[in-house]
């Protein structure tokens, strides 16, 4: 599979709210939105979209502050807090004409879905989450695996410019660092898609916004999430958990059993991947989607 996407897939640009967001759109039939995670920009979803697109609207986007989206200066977090990244979606999906679709989010943009469906009920009809737990139980059980395993949350939300300067230094190493420390026993990566994501987090604020969401994620986020624990709320729509049998996630936790803490509905399994599901499993990834998503 080569990259950009095949036709029908049509890339535009869509003003959510003032920030402009990269989307790619294709097929027809009921609308379900492809959210990438970090660094990965849409084309995280290269081999699953043109399979789901048969008999399914497919709307990818790149978040704020990733890919050709805008990246907004983050003179305070709570600009890429997944409540603002939630809403540029939602102004997408409205402005495509969707008041209703499905959410399948891999990493970041699992966070980005998880919160849209918390926040806007209405709208999501079904959310699959792609290789994480929620970030709240995610700080609450931190221990010297997880800072170990995930060091980067806590590298990547440090203060004072240093992930933005150590990065800034050679962000091609650290990409693909990330990308081939996270892969075990699928296919491998799309050069071509390596490549576009190292052109589009070579530009430095690619970088800033990337750190701010990961400060949003220890600060702002949380502060979101205990709320909503607080107040008893919890996803109401279907949700499908799908991990990498090789991931820390899959190594480490009870995905199913976390999440049925936060959803009503939850089901789900392992893949045969590390972390980056759509990449190193997709197959398994379009037989799980194709089966979940509302028809």
């Not at 102004?91 to 970041?108: E, P």
């Not at 709320?233 to 958990?241: D, E, G, N, S, T």
Request: charged content about 20%.
């Amino acid at each position: 599979m080569s990259v950009p996407l095949p036709s029908p897939f049509q890339p535009r640009t869509v003003d959510a709210g003032g920030v402009a967001v990269h989307t790619v759109v294709g097929g027809e039939g009921p609308p379900v939105l492809l959210l990438h995670g970090y660094p990965q920009t849409h084309l995280i979803w290269h081999d699953v979209a043109p399979a789901l697109a048969s008999r399914r609207t497919v709307v990818l986007t790149d978040l704020r502050g990733y890919g050709d989206s805008a990246k907004p200066a983050p003179v305070t977090d709570d600009l890429y807090s997944k409540r603002a990244m939630a809403a540029d979606q939602l102004a997408v999906m409205r402005a495509l004409g969707f008041d209703r679709f499905a959410v399948a989010g891999h990493d970041r943009g699992a966070r980005v879905g998880h919160r849209m469906a918390l926040d806007h009920p209405e709208a999501v009809e079904a959310l699959a989450v792609l290789d994480i737990v929620p970030t709240r139980h995610t700080f609450a059980h931190a221990d010297a695996a997880f800072g170990l395993g995930y060091y980067h949350w806590f590298f990547l939300a440090a203060g004072n410019g240093i992930p933005e300067r150590l990065i800034g230094n050679d962000p091609e190493f650290w990409i693909r660092s990330r990308m081939d420390a996270r892969h075990a026993g699928g296919a491998t990566y799309d050069e071509a898609a390596v490549r576009e994501y190292v052109r589009c987090f070579s530009d430095p604020a690619a970088i800033a916004a990337s750190c701010a969401d990961y400060r949003a994620a220890a600060g702002v986020d949380l502060e979101h999430d205990e709320a909503d624990a607080a107040a008893g709320r919890k996803v109401r729509c279907p949700v499908l958990a799908l991990w990498g049998a090789h991931s820390f996630v899959g190594r480490t936790y009870d995905v199913l059993a976390i999440w049925r803490e936060y959803a009503d509905d939850v089901s789900g399994t392992a893949l045969p991947s590390d972390h980056y599901l759509p990449e190193e499993a997709p197959a398994e990834v379009v037989r799980e989607l194709a089966g979940f998503l509302p028809r």
